[in-house]
T-cell receptor
Framework: NAGVTQTPKFQVLKTGQSMTLQCAQD?????MSWYRQDPGMGLRLIHY???????DQGEVPNGYNVSRSTTEDFPLRLLSAAPSQTSVYFC???????????FGQGTRLTVV | GQQLNQSPQSMFIQEGEDVSMNCTSS?????WLWYKQDPGEGPVLLIA?????ELTSNGRLTAQFGITRKDSFLNISASIPSDVGIYFC???????????FGDGTTLTVKP
């Protein structure tokens, strides 16, 4: 059972570099979300999608782009990494009529 | 935007003690959820609440959806060492695509 798969698990970037965090789910869930988790601040919503071709901003979208070309994949792009983006990133998916969200294991990103 | 205030921020308890934590919001939610996060893992759902006043149990865990729809609490009875982790509340409002999370309660259980 793959569930939600995030890659990579760890990444170190230099300030100004770009990269894409990958998220894939094999449960045919329509809803997918990206969160960042910082110490003592819980999970903050970056972007979310309610279906292929549909995305919207969450609480902290600045500095991040997303797209949803397929149901399975929801990549998160950092166009120009900044130290303030050092965090643990979680991707989650769920079905519309069923509220449980399934989370990936996270990507720990450090920007130096 | 919607914000959840979760308390306490951390708890240090003895094995066997009961634990209580709660979440309050300035906005109404249609669904309240409680998750647990183990170190190095993503959160996992413990209990989901769908109606105001609802009281739901899952083993030693009991959660309630507040009557005002602006709060929820989670109780853990007879704590054990594997209860250690971060507990998050989350609320879902009219925008079904979004879940808002509290800042978490870090639980430490001393044997």
């Amino acid at each position: 059972n793959a569930g939600v798969t995030q890659t990579p698990k760890f990444q170190v970037l230099k300030t100004g570099q770009s990269m894409t965090l990958q998220c894939a789910q094999d449960m045919n869930h329509e809803y997918m979300s990206w969160y960042r988790q910082d110490p003592g601040m819980g999970l903050r919503l970056i972007h979310y999608s309610v279906g292929a071709g549909i995305t919207d901003q969450g609480e902290v979208p600045n500095g991040y782009n997303v797209s949803r070309s397929t149901t399975e994949d929801f990549p998160l792009r950092l166009l120009s990494a900044a130290p303030s983006q050092t965090s643990v990133y979680f991707c989650a998916s769920r079905s519309p009529g069923y509220t449980e969200a399934f989370f990936g294991q996270g990507t720990r990103l450090t920007v130096v | 935007g919607q914000q959840l205030n979760q308390s306490p921020q951390s708890m240090f308890i003895q094995e066997g003690e009961d634990v209580s934590m709660n979440c309050t919001s300035s906005s109404i939610f249609n669904t309240w959820l409680w998750y647990k996060q183990d170190p190095g893992e993503g959160p996992v759902l413990l209990i989901a609440l769908y109606k105001a006043g609802e009281l739901t149990s899952n083993g030693r865990l009991t959660a309630q959806f507040g009557i005002t729809r602006k709060d929820s609490f989670l109780n853990i009875s007879a704590s054990i060492p594997s209860d250690v982790g971060i507990y998050f509340c989350a609320g879902q409002g009219t925008n079904a695509g979004k879940s808002t999370f509290g800042d978490g309660t870090t639980l430490t259980v001393k044997p």
